[in-house]
């Protein structure tokens, strides 16, 4: 990985909806696009995920999720490791497309909706991990 920037930093966090109202309504980030899926990439472990990411000023993201592994998520790519104080980090580097970016931040909030009402990994974004 040729690191120069960070696309994104990720957190867990316990409910994606809470988390990205207080991102958006108190912080003011603007939330950008979501992820979700079933199944870890990396692994193919059943363990759905929804994956919200929010926009810095500087084209850079917070993001909140559980995820562990390597991982190519067709929008950057990923490697999660512990820090030797024992932090779980993610370094990605950023690989989207305009395109990508626009179609994923057009059903962002359809999808945050469907994951606070099923807690299953929407659809609207299979396209991302698809190869």
Known sequence: ???KSLHHVAYRC???KET???YTRVLGLEYAMALAEDRVPSTGEP???MHVFF???DGSYVAFFELP????HGMCRSI???DPNGHRLELAVDTMTREMRQRLASVSGAML???SRTRKAPRHADWVHKK
């Open 1 to 3: 990985m040729d690191i």
């Open 55 to 57: 926009r810095m000023d």
């Open 113 to 115: 909706e469907e994951w």
């Open 14 to 16: 316990r409910d994606a």
């Open 80 to 82: 999660y490791f512990f």
């Open 47 to 49: 363990h759905p995920y």
């Open 20 to 22: 990205a109202d207080f």
């Open 69 to 72: 592994g390597p991982v190519d």
